[in-house]
């Protein structure tokens, strides 16, 4: 199944640091050689500080070399070096903001602005001070020490003005530092407080922006499938937000792959689904995910779904970002063929939609009573003949009227936080 395997398109947008993850999942797998996933590894680390963990992977790459290469050490001496300097210069900061009184203006002043005046009028604190706070952040990150990184890179944040030449990197940094770190409602406020800033970054380009949503896209999966509403905020924000859906489209079309498997398994499948058609319908991107609900909504070719099914299950069982996802995935799955099959026909055999389903008869009549109460389709069993008889399936007017409606207020409230940006800034 390697040639389902995203890893590569997906680490083209990520943090080296964030690829890591990926590529230890992929080691548990057998899609490639163990050894190659290695040495993977070793290559990337090379471009950090974590010279420790260097070591100990070309210890896994070279068991019969007893010593490490001498620029490896050498490279660690001087990370060493680089760190004390690094935490000497910053704890000075770090001390001056035990101080009662700082700490009193800091909890009182939340204004940035403000909290700088206090402090470069009362302690003669500059930007050179803080810079250094920046530095020692940057490379307590490169180095994989993310709560300090984050907890430093954030005090940086707070006091540096938005037009500072670091902020945008310590913005990212302290992203990718709580998402490694798994502190989901961080990373989610995080994400959140990024994404504005972004749509309201006035210096950069539109190519810039393109890619700084990328960027976040795929940064994002971490924290929209571990957090707990992480899933409906993909579709609102990868499908509903034209902005991000734009991004995805035209930069990385993979990401469908998240968007279907997201909607197949929401409570609002119902009101997103044509949506989410129209935008398979437009792109070139496959994979079995997407080709499953093309099949079924589109195509309405069963026996298609359900082979399509089948890999789905192998695809999900080997992606990073939705392995947790397969059994709700594979639920919600039976329930669009059964839901689908039911309204097309008038009266269906039970045995025959066991055959779709990859179920037992009795197992399936249970599934179909389930189908019906979720689906409110209009239907009964005939437990005596082997049927399901199917009822009228027309919807009433005021249920469309509410399934067309159901999702406006989050693209009201959508316009009011753009015209509150434009507001705040004069446009």
Known sequence: MAQYDLTNSLSEFMDLHLVFPLLEFLSTREIYRNESLIASKYQLLQNTNMVDFTIDVFHSLHP??????EALGQKRNEVVRQLNVLQERSSEVIELFKKKEVADAVEKNRDGQQLWDFLSENYNFDRERLDDVFHYGKFMYDVGNYAIASFNLDFYR????????????????????EILQQNWDEAMEELERLKDNISSALHLSYSEILVQRAWLIHWG???????????????DVFLHQKPY?????????????????????????????????????????KDPITEFVESLYVNFDFDEAQAKLKECTTVIENDFFIVGCLDEFTENARLIISEIFCRIHQRIEIDMLADNLNMEPAEAEKWVVNMIRLAH????????????????????????????????????????????KKLTLGI
């Open 158 to 177: 707070n006091l540096a003005p938005a037009d500072s030449k670091y902020y945008s990197s310590a913005q990212w940094g302290k992203l990718a530092s």
């Open 221 to 235: 999966l971490f924290v929209y499938f571990n957090h707990p509403q992480g899933r409906d905020s993909i579709i």
């Open 64 to 69: 019969d070399e007893v010593e490490p290469p």
């Open 245 to 285: 859906l734009n991004a995805i489209q035209t930069m990385c079309p993979h990401i469908l792959r998240y968007i279907t498997t997201a909607v197949v398994i929401s409570k609002r499948r119902g009101t997103v689904i044509k949506e989410l058609i129209k935008v398979l319908q437009q792109e070139s991107y």
């Open 377 to 420: 389709l209009d239907a009964k069993i005939d437990s005596k003949n082997g049927y399901v008889v199917m009822g009228g399936t027309q919807v009433p007017v005021y249920q469309k009227l509410i399934d067309k409606t159901k999702d406006l207020h989050l693209k009201a409230n959508s316009c009011c936080q753009k015209i509150d």
